[in-house]
């Protein structure tokens, strides 16, 4: 067998170009190919670990053996480059392009405003892509499949879910459900009067427009690619790189004799275990074996009694042969299969089912693996094979338990694996619960089988195992044994319950926590069993007469639920909002949805991002050393070794910064003291990122702890630990009212932080120039002024020597704002320092512990209050934790009391905040600013209020809502009007009343699951409370040919300013939006800009654009008056030659905005947006999952700029809302290490998680003069609505509870994750489990709100 000391060439094909790679390193991965060789940047990178699909891509191959060619998608991230010999990759460039071609992918993803920051659009384009070119026409349910892999941060889905709809051959009209009626004549208007019903629109893109799919105009798969597999090459292939050599053999011999030659050397398959484990857990392999030309490892062949299939086959295969197996055999024999079959569609999403394979999973033998449950306790044979010959042993507890006498040996692979049939009178069954419906890792998995004498129900075989519950998987043998020979009974479940408590035991200290959860689920998921296989066994009692057949216990009807799973849908729902004007001249674009004019530049790759720019000359890469402490004394830094790591040029620490280190309390690089972990210390600079990323860990830091150490609320509380001081409001008399009402009631309300995973992670690229120590700063910030102030005193020089560039923002969400400044200047002192362009790019584990995120908050209320549910007194105390430097904390505070009244009006009143100082990362400004977290405790008061009243909450929010014109707690006046309008439109809207009816009549018959609805109000204020704040600036220019370049001080987050921007010009102007074109924000051109944040960026700098525009247009005002039958292009060049200066200023001095705290007066706000929210859900009590049945938004956005953005901005932030409320919950170790650094641990809402039915609407126009053309900032508001999906799962648990005849009022813990609603629906099993003492053991994580 032939060892080259050379490298193989490695060939394979992009984008239907041959690569020829020699001396490829196998550490490269497809993704760092892709954008650094190729320089092909529209694959993006958000996460690394395949969990977010920003880099999917598609790959193809032909398959000698059925000459087909096989098409999946993968994420690129985790692809070595090395694995593709004899493949074609398709990027997103190598499907369209704006120049050439669009696909209808690109086209119909942009066009139904599917984009808004656009980061995640290739991906989600390939994901799409991929699957046309494998099903032109494909169903519903196989689209929500190929994008379960795919996060989107920004628009909430359902455009792009819209988007791929229309390629579906599953009918595609109106969305209004099964009802066969289009919305328009069903009386979608029934609030309106019939005369408005032709101003309502319910379009938002015209799909006749759109290109139709064409597959002959795909590339083709390369003739040689072919001619390469049907002629297989069986020499072996090998890779050497600078740590590690790739060998990849051509038959199986050599394979073997490969792994007896290096039995310490991986196979690597799809790499989706051994790829994050080299990358975050530090495992290093010098040799990798890989098997993938080995067609033994692909076999599959079908035997009377199972089905044995190629340990090489891809998870994705291995789903879609159980498929067709199940459809031929009998249901009797293909239990085992249905069961894999379940899991195999919620296991990660598509990408990762096509890379990992069947063996990789089985030997990876993660504790939470979903497979090997069922394999284990389906009798599973892994049949092995090595030089020595073949051998078979079972996939068993000791197996997965890794007992040397029951595992491979190190020169031993899998082949294959076999699956035995089920038998007659036995039954599988398969669990799983996540945090997510899709896409995520389960807390605990199981598999069960039982096999009962023929008809009787005595159990001859009992096997259940689980996963997720230990440090491997876990059988529950000897449970299962002493219960042989037992009858199927509720005796049996009991006594099965205690006993598998008792083997399957989880410490309290367990890694992962969520332990309580974890031991309910063990025996939630038993309890499923015991009814599902009672159930079927009553059929086939009845089937065959057997005698006896009353020894069978009945099911109530009540109980059925409990067996069914909430099935993936697919969204539907109408969007509704005012059309413009018919009088409005077609070319003025205000008010119409137009398209983000970024929108296929996104589709298609093409948009630049901060990253995508070229690599400049001399270039070097940063990566930053941060603190493993959480508030220690810095005794040494030793940089020897870091500096010796090859490659590395310099390691940046305070003593290089020229000018201020930043805040005397908020450092750049930390100098004596850290306070708390992932705080920055130093930077290395080295020719590679990588190089740079390896050195960082040779920096040796040494500490000594300081005391006190503080992370948790209650913590801060005791140690008097503040940021700044007590912010307060109040009104009437507290004290007073609470002596006269009927009843009081005190409550706490815990609200969980949040990331804000923003797709495109904190970067910059600083680039010195060869001048007067200019410098260009690339970055993706929501302030660019922020960054180039920054950067100034930081390296101690005028700001006017520096310029800050933003193209575009892949996300911000708030967590742009301040932290980027931080970035851009250690970067700069590296550039300062080394004279080279340094480009910085966070990786998403660092980016998430560096940064912080929204404040988590702990609330205590104390409400008094009438028997009819009028509350008279209200008394909130609010603390939130804001990590170790002030940052946003006193503004997050003051917004927060300010708006904590949200849409209520209440007499007594007295509202108190205090930001607490913890040795956690600071907590910063997150869309919503303090409001999403603050309201949640008002909101609650209510559920709790209508608790105690016996009455719903919603007659307790209507009872409470301001009726007329009044003042506010900081006696602003206000009319709540619009309010009131939008809370009724909702309740019409929705049918909340007879809805809330149907829920009631659900929960009557159902035990098991649950429904609940709720309806929020919400009054939002926009702007920031300073006048400062409000004002803005553009410049306008025109050319000579008639183009105009618009440039304002907004930046392009994905929120569509600079679309809205080019509209208010084009209005103003009065010439078509083709005229224009928006470059960038720079400092350059427009100085001094304000954060583009509070929902405000597109109304002050709109004002601003038309200003310009006004300026310019009255200069050419006698020119047109002279030839008002001239074009635009005449005019402009009679102005140029009547030397009428083409360019203009436009400034917008803004509102005014004041708060006097001493007083407790002011006038904070420019104006409020008003909203409602209804939402429906369904929960599972035994397990705390639950389904979004339906959410209904009305939203005040007076005259929409684009209907289509704002539409989109509403629901991409109430499903961020959702989130936030539901599944995203930082998981802090007791040192302070965050642990959920990835989208592993940190579940954002995926497409499965959009509410089935999702309506919004926006309020028909009323007119607010102060703003833009009428229009409102609507980039916020949405978040808190999210919240109604909290109150619908809170009065879900409340039927809950009044059933089982606990308290209905409990501590109100956001997030609502499956593990807070399960342990709130309290019953038998809930109690059987065993409680730990706190005070006797370590927790894994803990609580920090
Ligand atoms: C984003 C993401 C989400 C995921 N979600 C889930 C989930 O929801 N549920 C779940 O259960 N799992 C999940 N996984 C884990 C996934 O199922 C496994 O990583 C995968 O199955 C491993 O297969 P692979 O081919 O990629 O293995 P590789 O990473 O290539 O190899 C893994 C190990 O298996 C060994 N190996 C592979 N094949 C053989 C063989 N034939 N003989 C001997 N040794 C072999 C290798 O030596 C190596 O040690 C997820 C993974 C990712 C990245
Ligand atoms: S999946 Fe590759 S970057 Fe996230
Ligand atoms: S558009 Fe999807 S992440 Fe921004």
Redesign the pocket.
């Known amino acids: 067998m032939p060892c080259p000391s050379t490298s193989d060439e490695l060939v394979f094909f992009v984008n239907g170009r041959k690569v020829i790679a020699r001396n490829v390193d196998p550490e490269v991965t497809l993704l760092s190919f892709l954008r650094k060789n190729l320089r092909l940047t529209g694959t993006k990178y958000a996460c690394g670990?395949?969990?977010c699909g920003a880099c999917t891509v598609m790959v193809s191959r032909h398959d000698p053996a059925s000459r087909e060619i096989r098409h999946f998608s993968i994420?690129a991230c985790?692809v070595p480059v090395c694995s593709l010999h004899g493949a074609a990759v398709t990027t997103v460039e190598g499907v369209g392009s704006i120049n050439t071609r669009l696909h209808p992918v690109q086209e119909r993803i942009a066009k139904s405003h599917g984009t808004q920051c656009g980061f995640c659009t290739p991906g989600m384009v390939m994901s799409m892509y991929t699957l046309l070119r494998n099903h032109p026409e494909p169903s519903e349910e196989q689209l929500m499949e190929a994008l379960q892999?795919n996060l989107c941060r920004c628009t909430g889905y359902r455009p792009i879910l819209a988007s791929g709809r229309t390629f579906s051959k599953e009918s595609y009209g109106c969305q209004q459900k099964g009802t066969g009626l289009c919305c328009l004549d069903q009386g979608e208007n029934d609030s309106s009067s019939p005369s408005r019903k032709s101003d309502i629109c319910t379009e938002l893109f015209a799909k006749e427009e759109f290109l139709p799919l064409d597959p002959t105009q795909d590339l083709i798969f390369p003739p040689e690619l072919s001619r390469m597999a049907e002629n297989s090459d069986e020499r072996t292939l090998t890779f050497h790189g600078e740590r590690v050599t790739w060998i990849s053999p051509g038959t199986l011999k050599d394979l073997l004799e490969l792994k007896a030659k290096h039995p310490e050397a991986?196979?690597?398959?799809?790499?989706?275990?051994?790829?994050?484990a080299m990358k975050s857990q530090g495992h290093f392999h010098p040799i990798l074996l890989s098997?993938a030309r080995i067609s033994e490892?692909s076999l599959v062949s079908k035997t009377s009694d199972g089905l044995t299939i190629g340990?090489?086959c891809?998870?994705a295969q291995v789903k879609d042969i159980l498929a067709e197996r199940v459809s031929q055999l009998p249901e009797e024999n293909a239990q085992t299969y249905r069961a894999l079959l379940k899991?195999l569609k919620?296991?990660?999403?598509q990408q990762?089912r096509n890379?990992?394979?069947?063996?990789?999973?089985i030997?990876?033998r993660?504790c939470?693996?979903?497979?090997?449950p069922i394999l284990a306790v389906g009798n599973t044979t892994l049949n092995l094979i090595s030089k020595e010959g073949k051998r078979q042993i079972p996939l068993n507890q000791h197996f997965l338990a890794g007992l040397a006498s029951a595992d491979?040996k190190p020169e031993?692979?899998?082949?294959s694996v076999h699956i035995p049939h089920s038998q007659k009178w036995e039954f599988v069954s398969a669990f799983r619960q996540?945090q997510c419906q899709q896409?995520?890792?389960?807390d605990v998995?199981a598999g069960m089988r039982v096999r009962f004498k023929e008809g009787t129900n005595t159990i001859e075989e009992l096997s259940i195992v689980y996963?997720g519950v230990g440090a491997a998987t876990i059988s529950a043998h000897k449970s299962c044994q002493q219960l042989v020979g037992r009858c199927w009974n509720e005796l049996l479940l009991d006594e099965a319950c205690r006993l598998v408590l008792d083997e399957v035991s989880l410490p309290g200290s367990a890694p992962g926590g969520r332990v309580e959860f974890k031991r309910t689920l063990i025996i939630s998921f038993l309890f499923k069993f015991y009814l599902g296989v009672l159930q079927e066994l009553k059929k086939l009692v009845k089937l065959f007469s057997v005698p006896d057949s009353h020894r069978y216990p009945e099911i109530s009807e009540q109980f059925l639920s409990a067996l069914e799973d909430f099935p993936v849908t697919i969204p539907r729902g109408v969007q509704t909002y005012q059309s413009v004007d018919s009088h409005q001249p077609l070319r003025d674009p205000v008010g119409r949805p137009i398209m983000h004019v970024s929108g296929l530049k996104h589709a298609t790759g093409e948009a630049m991002f901060c990253d995508d720019l070229p690599m400049v000359d001399k270039e070097l890469f940063m990566a930053l050393v941060t603190s493993t402490r959480a508030h220690a004394k810095i005794i040494s830094i030793d940089l020897s070794e870091a500096l010796e790591v090859p490659g590395v040029v310099d390691v940046i620490t305070a003593k290089d910064i020229p000018g201020t280190n930043g805040a005397e309390d908020d450092k750049l690089l930390a100098v004596d003291e850290v306070l708390c972990v992932g705080q920055i210390i130093c930077a290395v600079v080295a020719e590679t990122d990588v190089q740079a990323k390896r050195a960082t860990e040779k920096v040796k830091i040494t500490y000594e702890d300081l005391e006190p150490i503080i992370f948790t609320i209650e913590d801060a509380i005791k140690h008097n630990s503040f940021l700044c001081p007590e912010k307060k409001l109040e009104q009437g008399n507290i004290e007073e009212a609470f002596e006269r009402v009927d009843q009081i009631v005190e409550g706490e309300v815990h609200v969980g932080g949040q990331e804000h995973f923003y797709m495109e992670t904190q970067r910059a690229l600083v680039i010195p120039k060869t001048e007067d120590r200019e410098l260009d700063i690339y970055v993706s910030t929501q302030d660019p002024a922020h960054v180039q102030k920054t950067v100034s005193s930081t390296l101690g020089i005028p700001i006017n020597r520096i310029t800050c560039h933003v193209k575009r923002v892949g996300g911000g969400f708030g967590g742009k704002v301040g932290r980027p400044a931080v970035f851009g200047a250690i970067a700069a002192v590296g550039t300062f320092k080394t004279g080279h362009p340094i480009r910085l790019v966070l990786d998403r584990e660092d980016d998430m512990l560096i940064t912080g995120g929204r404040h988590p908050l702990f609330g205590k209320y104390k409400v008094g209050f009438m028997n009819s549910g009028r509350i008279k007194a209200l008394d909130i105390e609010c603390y939130l934790n804001g990590g170790c430097t002030l940052d946003d904390s006193e503004q997050v505070t003051e917004f927060l009391i300010l708006k904590l009244e949200n849409a209520y009006k209440i007499r007594n009143l007295r509202f108190r905040g205090r930001a607490c100082m913890t040795n956690l990362p600071s907590n910063t400004a997150f869309r919503g600013f303090g409001f999403p977290q603050g309201t949640l405790v008002t909101e609650s008061c209510i559920t709790a209020v209508a608790a105690k009243c016996g009455l719903p909450p919603e007659k307790i929010r209507e009872k409470n809502m301001y009726k007329t014109v009044d003042k506010t707690i900081y006696k602003q006046a206000f009319n709540p009007e619009t309010l009131i309008r939008c809370w009724n439109e909702c309740l019409d809207k929705s049918s909340f009343h007879s809805r809330r009816k149907q829920v009631e009549e659900f929960n009557k018959k159902n035990y098991w699951k649950k429904k609940g609805i709720a309806i929020i109000p919400m009054k939002f204020s926009v702007g920031f409370a300073a006048t400062s704040y409000h004002q803005a600036a553009a410049l306008v220019h025109i050319y000579t040919d008639g183009s105009v370049l618009v440039t304002h001080g907004g930046n392009e987050l994905g929120q569509g300013i600079h679309t809205k921007m080019l509209q208010v010009a084009s209005r103003e102007l009065q010439i078509p939006m083709s005229y224009m074109h928006i470059c960038e924000t720079s400092t350059a051109t427009v100085p001094n800009t304000i954060a583009t944040a509070a929902s405000i960026g597109s109304d002050v700098n709109g004002r601003a654009v038309q200003n310009a525009c006004q300026i310019l247009l009255k200069r050419l005002e006698p020119i047109i008056k002279k030839s008002p039958e001239g074009t635009w292009e005449d005019w402009i060049e009679a102005a140029f030659e009547q030397r009428i200066s083409l360019s203009a200023t436009g400034y917008f001095r803004g509102y005014k905005a004041f708060m006097d705290w001493e007083k407790g007066e002011g006038d904070p706000f420019p104006y409020y947006v008003y909203g409602a929210a209804c939402s429906e859900v369904e929960i599972d009590c035994l397990t705390g999952a639950h389904k979004k049945i339906r959410t209904d938004i009305v939203m005040d956005a007076c005259c929409s700029l684009n209907p289509a953005i704002d539409i989109g901005q509403i629901e991409g932030a109430f499903i961020q809302g959702m989130g936030l409320y539901t599944t995203e919950e930082l998981k802090y170790s007791p040192e302070g290490v965050l642990y959920s650094r990835g989208?592993?641990e940190y579940k954002i809402p995926t497409s499965t998680d959009v509410p089935e039915e999702f309506n919004v609407s926006l309020l028909p126009s009323t007119q607010t003069p102060l703003t833009i053309y009428s229009s409102k900032g609507l980039g916020e508001s949405g978040m808190f609505l999210g919240s109604s999906v909290f109150f619908a799962i809170a009065d879900a648990v409340a039927a809950v509870r009044r059933e089982r005849d606990t308290a209905e009022d409990f501590t109100a813990r956001s997030p609502a994750t499956p593990e807070q609603v399960r342990m709130a629906c309290v019953d038998r099993f809930t109690e059987m489990i065993p409680r730990d003492d706190p005070k006797t053991f370590k927790p894994w994580c803990i609580p920090i709100a």
Not at 346 to 349: E, H, I, N, V, Y
């Open positions: 670990r395949g969990g994420t985790l892999g991986p196979l690597i398959l799809g790499n989706t275990s051994l790829g994050p098997p490892l340990a090489g891809s998870l899991h919620s296991l990660a999403g990762i890379m990992a394979s069947l063996g990789g999973h030997i990876s993660h939470y693996s979903d497979l090997n491979l031993e692979i899998l082949e996540a896409n995520a890792l389960p998995s996963g989208p592993d």
